[in-house]
């Protein structure tokens, strides 16, 4: 058991080391971050340039396998990730930062969403072609159609419009907070009040892509014999439903569980850009705008974290809901 | 030689079209079967005839407008929807409907381009992994992992927002820039984008490869090729099917994310998500930038989930539907 | 049926009132009364084809403490009643008539108000036990919760009672195993928790729905004594549904034969199968491969096959395959009226079949064993086709879906000697996973085994490459067991049969002779070579496999359970089929199958495995009269026999327990577990079983038996 846990993380061990060597190299190779300094105004006499550069190890005159030699040192010996460009310090200390914002923004939105994912998606399937079933799973269509940047756009464009109507500004969509009310607990009301529509953005999004899933888990499910075996007992139709079919059918949202929980990290992107949140998905998109090969490599490393984390966690969730591939 | 006593009696089945000890119930083919299905499910029809539309309306729609996308009217900057205009111009003074046609050509191309290819490649690769088994196969779901766990997004944003100008071109670069970029893409997209399949298709290989009918084949001394072309990848045809489908509403929305950063299709040409980026930050005050690219992505991402959805329903005997979908 | 569901009687009391509630004590009504009464029941489904009529009319009563079995083939309509009657049907059946329980209507009743009758005044034991049981609760949970739902009582109070359940149904140390999941119990295991949750709470009626035909038959007729044991204990009336004319007899007081939705016959169960009246359930009789039969008799074959029931002609609708069948029989469809006292029958011909006294010999075409020129040839003197030699196959065991890992040795094979001679019939038969599959697959994989040697044809397949292989193949050819799976569905009959031959590089003109010719070999009409296998009924699908196998014109055909599909009236024909053509054509047959009477019917030596080895092994008259190793005595006293006074005669040696694990056979003797013999034997006997593995030995000329006692108790006749 312990000898096959072993391998196991030294498999991902390695998986981890590959991905985000080549991720270093393609990013080292084809960001360029010369261009910043290029930019500078007044402009940098070239040696000053290169010198620069060469002090964050990004120089393009240095050949790539130097390069990629002194960044992987800088991590085995100091956990240092690289400098970003025209920017002092570690690119991790930026990543804790960010992390943190990241986690208040998604925790309360993912798990309202696959709450209510799982809980539309149970009740539709048993209400299967009836109208209130029709109109909740074309709706999680819609909205699983629709991009999410689209989405924001017309929630913050409801949001202004019933600011403007009303005169009260209850909807806040730029940052985490803003200006804060003098009264007690002010401070909690501000964020709660940023955080309300990129909470409902993610809880939209969520649900509708949980609520699909489980309805087509949950209809497996209705079909099997084992709830007509529980019928067969004398429990009501509603009664089997809930006690057998759904607690089968959540093993495999198990799986889906984890692994939403462990992307959403670098897939709240739009989120956090569209509501100047300065959280991972956002870093992400910053890093490649601004030529920022450590910073990207780094990114790519957190998400290759995020997925085998999210890889074992859904393992360990089925291993705790299945007793059948739980081991003796 | 004496012949056994046949089983071919004929029934006496009224109006049973060639006769033969066929039961009745056997005479819907299995493909009039499936459309019958599908026909039923209103969403998915609509769905299907709006695709149509907007395929009708990409090949088209550049014909109605007196505008090219590329034309600029000196006359009318960020004018609002007018006669001359209908869908009004940008910035820069190009009409927005001779733009949003292009765009939808665009999405519409890369879109069944990815689900083509990375369908394709999820199916090769899952059959003859699960088939050969051994260090094929675990080199093949190492692979699959390794592109798992790199952020695909992150990598294809990379290599598609690389300067390759300047003077010190590489051979990597060179060979990019001889691409046309919305076909540099699709070829990122479909790299990133085949491997959940195939891990499906691996896992259903599995399964049809214990059949019966493919182990027969194996002990007729047929090759193996010919088996997983034969007869196991039109035993899951289904999934390839759906697969596929939601592969371009997944494509479609891929380029639009990638557009609207700047990481996909590049002025002058155009995209629906392209336009959608520029379009999104004045959303409240110029909504005509917006609203028609924001409009046709929806319909046609939602068209094509509905048809994958009806698809599903259609083609897979479980799903639940009891003939009433 | 246009008609909304016709509910006769409506509930004279409304929901929640005493009477739904009845105890059962106050209600259980002396035996002979009757407790159940249905009164022509009909079953409508829609379906993508057209309406289905599932049940088209049935009536019957059902005394407490009888046992009435419906019979009746796949589609004929015997699953759907059970469910009509427990209100478990789908939501879209359209069901008219009557159901009354204790005299009261149950149709029409909601779903609330059944639900108080469900699991106590009637309960269902289900087929698949496997699919039957949640498999994220514990049995316990399952069994208390069954409990719980009627009877207010605590929870201390049901696990003590579904304890001493599940010690009722058999289960060793129920303390502890009430606490295992179901993925934790063996097949036999799972129906016996099955049933100790259907009398949990003491019903008035049963309904078995197949409840063993998923099982091996030494756990068969375990389940069948503890069913017969929980009717006992509960004084409860059966319906037992099954296919399996041998169970009926041994069970049955009473029998109702379906066929396409329509009772065709109902009487005692002694009327049925000794005084059967109907043509369709006499050859359904007699074309059941019997164990006890010692002459090579030939099978009746019923042609044709069961109608579908969403289109029906009009007439009876056994008609067109029956060769008594006159005008009026294709017009006009018979009504089920008695013949003879509780004997009834629906057929226009009755009068004329009970005055003749037809049997099946007279009413239907008999196949003709001609024994090949082969046959004549003494056994020595014929060639050997395949040679086994000590060959061993073990797996790695893996365990665990999630945390993946080898944990032990599966030793499915462990060392086995077999020889088939030409024009010989080698049947190959055990409970699964006795090994017998793995076996056959040995044979056909062509790879080196674990151990030992496999000679085909003189040759080692496993050293073989290129051409030689492939000439290999040619030879041995493979049958196998669902012809629905062997058989590409999107391929016509054609490229079915042309397949081997355009492996085999035929040309285009010879192949199409030749898929022509194997058409009228199997008994198919060339003209629909165009046709798909979907639009063939289940045995014209094997005779297409069997026209595969035989195209490339192989000596040794290789046969993995290929009638165990099918069903009873279309088996026989089948097995005709590979009867003629081994004499025809000089094959021989490497037969593997679980069910023995087919083995002796068809095979001209038998090898009996049981966990990797072989016990017995002889020939198959030799074997099946006088069985010398306890395993083959118990295999074969388990194997119900469609003749109730037999049956109701028979002492049966009922093993204990459940096969052990072949990733962890016990030491010495592998049956020693389980050994009805071992308890007798002295203790220094016994050591010699737990030390000592033993060797095939001779008991007879070409009889082997692998048991260190082998003339204990020499003399077992199965019948008795």
């Known amino acids: ?164 109507v009303t005169g009260i500004r209850v909807f806040e969509y730029i940052g985490e907070t803003g200006s804060v009310g003098s009264y007690p607990g002010a401070w909690l009301v501000d964020r709660l009040q940023h955080l309300l529509l990129p909470t409902l953005v993610l809880v939209l999004s969520q649900a509708a892509f949980f609520s699909r899933i489980q309805r087509n888990l949950m209809l497996d499910a209705l079909g099997s014999d084992f709830v007509r075996t529980a019928r067969a007992k004398g429990l009501r139709q509603g009664k089997a439903v809930m006690k057998h079919a759904l607690r089968t059918s959540l093993i495999p949202t198990g799986t889906y569980f984890a692994f939403s929980v462990a992307t959403l990290f670098l897939g709240s992107t739009f989120v956090e850009v569209l509501f100047n949140f300065h959280g991972m998905g956002e870093f992400a998109i910053t890093t490649i705008q601004g030529q920022d090969v450590h910073g990207a490599v780094a990114v790519a490393a957190f998400g290759g974290v995020c997925v085998l984390v999210g890889a074992t966690l859904a393992d360990l969730m089925v291993a705790a809901l299945d007793p059948r591939v739980r081991v003796s | 030689m004496s012949v056994v006593n046949p089983e071919v009696l004929e029934p006496a089945v009224p109006g049973a079209g060639g006769g033969g000890g066929a039961p009745v119930q056997r005479r819907i083919t299995r493909r009039r079967l499936v459309l019958r299905r599908f026909l039923r499910n209103k969403t998915a029809v609509v769905g299907a005839v709006l695709i149509l539309a907007l395929g009708f309306l990409a090949a088209f729609g550049p014909l109605l407008s007196a505008w090219d996308y590329d034309q600029v009217d000196r006359y009318a900057f960020l004018q609002p929807p007018d006669s001359r205009h209908p869908f009004g111009t940008t910035q820069s003074g190009q009409d927005v409907f001779a733009l949003t046609m292009r765009g939808l050509q665009k999405s519409l191309l890369i879109g069944l381009l990815v689900a083509v290819f990375s369908t394709g490649i999820a199916a090769i690769i899952g059959s003859f992994a699960a088939y050969f088994g051994g260090w094929f196969e675990r080199v093949a779901l190492w692979i699959i992992d390794l592109l798992l766990v790199v952020p695909s997004f992150l990598i294809i944003a990379i290599i598609s927002s690389a300067n390759r100008g300047g003077s010190n071109q590489s051979f990597f670069d060179r060979a990019v820039l001889l691409l046309p970029q919305w076909i540099l893409l699709v070829v990122l997209l479909t790299v990133f984008g085949w491997m959940l399949a195939a891990r499906v298709v691996r896992s259903l290989t599995l399964s049809v490869k214990e059949r019966e ?83 046709i992505v929806v319909l046609l991402v939602l068209s094509v989930n509905a048809v994958g959805d009806g698809l599903r329903d259609a083609l897979d005997p479980n799903s639940g539907s009891g003939g009433r979908a | 049926m246009v008609t909304r569901p016709t509910v006769r009687t409506t509930p004279t009391q409304p929901s929640g009132s005493a009477t739904t509630e009845d105890h059962p004590a106050a209600r259980r009504t002396a035996a002979g009364e009757v407790v159940l009464s249905v009164r022509d029941l009909h079953v409508t489904f829609p379906s993508e084809a057209g309406e289905v009529k599932a049940v088209r009319g049935l009536d019957f009563d059902l005394r407490a403490g009888e046992t009435m079995a419906i019979v009746g083939e796949s589609g004929s309509g015997k699953s759907v009643t059970s469910l009509a009657i427990m209100g478990l049907h789908p939501s879209s059946a359209r069901i008219t008539g009557s159901v009354r329980l204790h005299g009261e209507e149950l149709l029409g009743r909601t779903d609330e108000q059944l639900s108080r009758l469900r699991g106590k005044a009637m309960s269902m034991v289900f087929q698949d036990p496997l699919s039957a049981l949640t498999p994220v609760y514990t049995i316990g949970d399952q069994i208390v919760e069954a409990i719980r739902l009627h009877r207010d009582v605590s929870a201390a109070q049901a696990w003590k009672e579904a304890v001493e359940l599940l010690d009722l149904v058999g289960i060793p140390n129920p303390q502890s195993r009430v606490r295992s999941f179901p993925h934790e119990f063996s097949g036999g295991m799972r129906q016996r928790a099955m049933i100790a949750m259907a009398v949990a709470n003491d019903p008035d009626v049963i309904i078995a729905d197949e409840p063993t035909t998923a099982l091996d038959v030494t756990i068969q007729a375990q389940v069948l004594e503890v ?228 000679t085909v044809l003189g040759q080692n397949p496993a050293e073989l490459r290129g051409k030689a292989r492939k000439a290999l193949r040619r030879d041995l050819q493979v049958v196998f067991q669902d012809p ?39 008994g198919l009409d060339p003209a629909h070579v165009n046709r798909y296998p979907g639009q063939f009924s289940g045995g014209q699908r094997q005779r297409i496999g069997i026209a595969r196998a035989l195209a490339l014109k192989p000596r040794l055909l ?52 049981y966990l990797g080895r072989i016990v017995e092994q002889g020939e198959v008259d030799e074997v ?33 327990g459940d096969l052990p694990s072949p990733a962890n056979p016990p030491s010495g003797c592998r049956f020693r577990t389980r050994c009805p013999r071992k308890p007798a034997l002295s203790e220094a006997d016994q050591r010699r079983c737990v030390e000592e593995s033993p060797v095939l030995l001779a008991v007879g000329t070409d009889h082997t038996s692998a048991c260190h006692f082998n003339d204990v108790d020499r003399h077992v006749d199965f019948r008795a």
């Open chain 2, 213 to 295: 009918y493919v182990q027969a084949a194996r002990f007729m001394g047929i090759p193996a090729p010919v088996v997983i072309l034969r007869h196991i990848l039109p035993n899951i045809s289904s999934l390839l099917i759906i697969d596929a489908t939601l592969n371009v509403a997944g494509a479609i929305l891929a380029e639009t994310s990638l557009s609207f950063f700047g990481f996909g299709i590049k002025a002058p040409d155009t995209s629906l998500g392209a336009l959608l980026g520029t379009g999104a930050r004045q959303a409240t005050t110029f909504p005509w930038l917006f609203v028609p690219a924001a409009v």
């Open chain 3, 624 to 656: 099946y009269d006088h069985p010398r190793h306890p395993y083959t005595q118990a295999l074969l006293s388990a194997i119900p026999i469609p003749d109730p006074q037999t049956e109701r005669t028979r002492e049966r040696i009922l093993l204990t």
């Open chain 3, 484 to 522: 629905m799976a062997s058989l590409d569905p999107r391929m016509t009959v054609f490229d079915l049969i042309a397949e081997p031959l355009h492996a085999h590089r035929w040309s285009k003109a010879d192949t199409s002779a030749r898929v022509e010719e194997l058409m009228a070999t199997v």
């Open chain 1, 1 to 164: 058991m312990g000898r096959y846990i072993l391998r196991r993380l030294l498999n991902y061990a390695i998986l981890l080391f590959v991905a985000v060597s080549l991720t270093y190299f393609l990013a080292a190779s084809q960001l360029n971050p010369r261009v910043l300094w290029e930019l500078a105004n007044p402009p940098l006499p070239a040696e000053t340039i290169e010198a620069s550069l060469r002090a964050k190890n990004l120089s393009d005159n240095v050949p790539l396998l130097e390069r990629y030699w002194t960044w992987l040192t800088g991590i085995v010996t100091g956990w240092e990730w690289g400098e970003q460009p025209r920017q002092a310090g570690d690119v991790s200390e930026e990543i804790g930062r960010r992390i943190g914002v990241s986690i208040r923004l998604i925790t309360i939105g993912i798990l309202g969403g696959i709450t209510l994912g799982v809980v539309l998606g149970a009740w539709t399937a048993t209400r299967q072609y009836k109208i209130s079933d029709r109109v909740t799973t074309f709706g999680a269509l819609a909205i699983f159609s629709v991009p999410v940047f689209v989405l924001i756009s017309i929630i913050q464009v409801l949001a202004t419009t019933w600011n403007d």
């Open chain 3, 558 to 609: 290789v046969l993995d359970e290929p009638v165990s599909a099918l069903d009873v009236s279309i088996q026989a024909g089948v097995i005709n089929l590979l009867d003629e053509l081994k004499a025809e054509l000089g094959l021989s047959y490497l037969f593997v199958a679980h069910d023995l009477a087919v083995i002796r019917h068809i095979a001209d030596r038998v090898a009996v495995m």
């Open chain 3, 227 to 454: 069913l017969k044991r929980a009717q006992r204990e509960t004084g409860a009336a059966v319906i037992m549904i099954t296919h399996d004319l041998g169970v009926v007899a041994g069970i049955a007081d009473r029998v109702t034969v379906m066929y396409a939705g329509r009772p065709v016959e109902q009487g005692s169960v002694d009327d049925i199968y000794y005084r059967p009246h109907m043509p369709y359930t006499i050859g359904l009789l007699g074309s059941v491969p019997r164990l006890d039969a010692g002459e090579k008799q030939p099978l009746a074959t019923v042609e044709g096959n069961p109608p579908s029931v969403v289109s029906l002609p009009p007439g009876c609708p056994f008609a067109p395959r029956c060769p008594l069948a006159e005008d009026q029989c294709r017009e006009v469809e018979p009504a089920l009226v008695p013949h003879a006292p509780a004997h009834s029958a629906a057929c226009h011909l009755a009068d004329r079949v009970i005055r003749d006294g037809l049997g099946y010999a007279d009413i239907f075409p008999v196949g003709e064993h001609a024994p090949g020129a082969l046959e004549r040839l003494p056994r020595e003197e014929r060639e050997t086709v395949l040679d086994i030699s000590g060959l061993k196959r073990h797996y790695p065991l893996m365990k665990g879906s999630v945390f993946r890992r080898r944990v032990g040795t599966v030793y499915a094979v462990d060392g086995i000697d077999l020889d088939l001679k030409e024009g010989e019939t080698l049947g190959l038969v055990g409970e699964s996973g006795s090994g017998k599959s793995t076996t056959l697959m040995e044979v056909l994989n062509f790879v080196p085994p674990t151990e030992g040697l496999i």
